[in-house]
């Protein structure tokens, strides 16, 4: 009877607490949605997990939590917490979609492309974005095997711990940037709020901080420009017109909620469709002017419209006629689109225009800036890419554009790339990515594009007649020396060749190279060559003729043709004699006679002309090349030997003719 009290006494307890456990639960589950719609995804995250602590997961949780960690950028943790979420069979199809988005972003293209496929099966009216989304995983995948020839490396003296992004040179070399950091500047007392946290991401306000050069290639500590510049809230990226001294930055100000259904995230534009919030953030174009160290006459720029829409991420033109920025106004082709205004004669700017379908997609096309080689750079994921934002370079002006390229890997990764500078080269510069962190943060690194090196695979050969016949065959020579010179540098590597003829050497690409090959019984033979490596998977496949340096003895001369009944050099003769004025040179001591022969048809003193006339243009096209006069003999034989039975009233095929005409050289004996 006692037990059976106690087991009463147990049940009244934990019926009657049961109601105030969720109770609580309630209050904080509605707390956790609250911060979720107010875009403040990183205490979101902490209120989330505690009521994981005491309740079983549901894929409405598991799915809040994931888009948590995509909202802030962290793809990473986003992946994970979808996959938990995709193991429920509540899950929505749009988890499915982010699931496979965030492994793409996570670099594992295999598993992406089959999260894509899955979704197009489930989703059937996204079909068709789910391949070509799934396609793009092929692409990347291709591009990771054949990367682009760019050494990246990440500016340890400009990021920090948060988000660095958007970087611009100043003049002098000082280095302007976009950061969301936390760590305390020197010059606190000019931004008093910046410790604060922005709780959409945990970190600190978006500032522009600049970093004195002190070379080349290194920086001083940066420090936040003055509060002209950095308000209390989001500042950058900005782009600076160094003729006129002005400075273009986007300024982030948070606006009561209009009819509008999207927030902004000052650092990578990513809309979201929650409405709770009264208030929404908003993207304006500022321009201030630089006195010395100082800012002044700062202005909105003409178009912003926050009520409505956003306007940021200018990239002014460097004679200042034409200002590119992105917006989500309506009119558009996507979520944001890259517009430009045009400067009119009193200096105020004209109605903002759309770059066009070759730029913008349904996508976000953003962060436009102007290469000193004059092309425009911009992030977006809306064209094929790797993942996240990809950087698009295009040729054009206004609306009117080349097709938009990728600049593939290793310049773009699976996550997010932006905010591109590049020299007038087109070969180094400066961009954002946040392909090494862990978190999803981007942070400043250079590139600076390096010869491809690929394998020069090699052997020596002689060509040996096949009787009766115009056919050579291959001989193998083997244990040939092997000095390879490097014109750039002229550095030389020596080797020899191993007893089959063959060898090889790593090259570089544009490099101009030359094998010399020599041997005991043959002329040294030279050959010049630039590599054109694309990939550092590629070889080149060279051969290297040898002929014997056995006095007397013809030698024929490969494709010398001419045109009928015609002496002069053509192309592609001139290119075979280039040839042997190459083994002329490598072979200072020898004389040769360089002879011209023709088949039987014609008149024999209409052949021995012809001949004649064709072997002394031969000589004169040597001598034109730097070889001595004295070296050489023109000698035409016409058809005094022929090579195989098609003398005069003998039928021949064209095949049979065409061993007899040749162009041939002989060493001269002494």
């Known amino acids: 009877m006692r037990v059976q009290s106690l087991v009463i006494l147990v049940l009244l307890v934990v019926g009657c607490s049961l109601p105030v456990i969720l109770q609580a639960q309630k209050k904080e589950m509605k707390q956790a949605e609250k911060h979720f719609n107010s875009f403040e995804y990183a205490l979101a995250l902490e209120a989330y997990k505690k009521i994981l602590e ?58 992406a492309k089959e999260l894509f496929q899955q979704y ?12 070509l989304l799934a396609a793009s995983c092929d692409s990347a995948m291709l591009w990771m095997r054949q990367p682009k020839s760019y050494k990246v490396a990440a500016e340890t003296g400009l990021n920090s711990t948060g ?20 760590e305390a500047p020197d010059n606190a007392k000019n931004n008093a709020k910046k410790k604060e946290r922005f709780n959409w991401t945990g970190n600190g306000y978006v500032q522009l901080y600049l970093a004195p050069a002190t070379s080349d290639s290194t920086w001083g500590k940066p420090a936040p420009l003055s509060k002209e510049i950095n308000t209390s809230y989001h500042n950058g ?20 909620r209009g009819r509008s259904k999207k927030n902004t995230d000052p650092t990578s534009w990513v809309g979201s469709a929650n409405e709770s919030s009264d208030y929404i953030n908003r993207l304006e174009i500022y321009t201030a002017k630089r006195n010395n160290d100082t800012w002044a006459q700062v202005q909105p720029f003409k178009y912003n419209k926050p009520q409505e829409y956003s306007v940021g991420h200018p990239a002014v033109t460097p004679d200042g006629k034409l200002l590119y920025f992105v917006s989500d106004m309506p009119g558009g082709l996507g979520e ?37 080689d004059g092309k425009l750079y911009f992030s977006s994921d809306g064209h094929i890419g790797m993942g996240g934002l990809d950087i698009f370079v295009a040729e054009g002006e206004r609306a009117q554009w080349a097709t938009v390229k990728n600049l593939k890997y290793p310049l773009n990764s699976s996550r997010d790339d932006l905010g591109m500078i590049i020299d007038s080269t087109g070969t180094k510069g400066w961009l954002a990515s946040g392909r090494e ?98 990939f550092n998977i590629d070889s080149l496949l060279v051969e290297m003729v040898l002929y014997r340096d056995t006095p007397d003895v013809p030698i024929v001369l490969e494709n010398i043709f001419y045109d009928l009944d015609k002496h002069d050099i053509r192309p592609d003769a001139a290119l075979e004699l280039d040839k042997l004025v190459m083994v002329l040179k490598e072979n200072p001591t020898i004389r040769i006679e360089l ?69 041939e050289f002989k060493i001269i004996s002494k």
């Not at 205004?341 to 109605?351: A, F, H, I, L, Y």
Request: glycine share 8%; net charge neutral.
């Open 54 to 111: 005491s309740t079983e997961p549901n894929a409405y949780m598991l799915e809040r939590i994931a888009d948590s960690y995509r909202l802030m950028n962290n793809s990473k943790d986003a992946e994970f917490w979808y996959a938990q979420a995709a193991g429920l069979p509540d899950a929505s199809p749009a988890s499915l979609y982010h699931y496979a988005e965030a492994t793409k972003r996570n670099g594992d293209y295999t598993k």
């Open 120 to 131: 197009a099966s489930r989703v059937p009216e996204k079909a068709e974005q789910a391949r």
């Open 163 to 182: 988000v660095d992004f958007s970087p611009i040179t100043m003049p002098g070399g000082a280095m302007l940037f976009a950061s969301d950091r936390l």
């Open 237 to 256: 990226p900005a782009s600076f017109l160094e003729q006129e001294g002005i400075l273009f930055f986007t300024r982030t100000n948070s606006m009561k």
């Open 336 to 372: 944001t689109d890259i517009y430009y205004s045009e400067r009119q004669g009193d200096g105020n700017w004209g109605k903002p225009v759309n770059a066009g379908p070759v730029i913008n997609t349904s996508g976000r096309e953003s962060f436009p800036s102007i290469g000193a």
């Open 437 to 534: 962190s862990a978190n999803g943060f981007d942070n400043i690194y250079n590139f600076e594009e390096v010869p491809v090196e690929c394998q020069l695979v090699g052997e020596t050969i002689e060509l040996v007649a096949m009787q009766g016949t115009h056919l050579k065959k291959k001989v193998k020579v083997g244990n040939v020396l092997l000095q390879l010179f490097e014109e750039n540098d002229g550095t030389m590597k020596e080797t020899h060749t191993d007893s089959l003829g063959a060898f090889g050497y790593k090259v570089q690409a544009g490099m101009q190279y030359t094998i010399r090959g020599s041997k005991k019984g043959y002329l040294t033979q030279t050959i010049l060559f630039t590599p054109d490596c694309r």
């Open 595 to 663: 002879s011209s022969h023709t088949d039987s048809r014609q008149t024999r003193k209409y052949n021995q002309d012809l001949s004649d006339r064709r072997a002394k243009a031969a000589v004169e096209y040597i001598i034109s090349k730097g070889i001595d006069r004295k070296r050489l003999v023109a000698k035409g034989y016409g058809e005094t030997r022929l090579r195989n039975k098609c003398g005069d009233k003998v039928e021949c095929s064209e095949e049979e003719h065409q061993v007899n005409r040749r162009t």
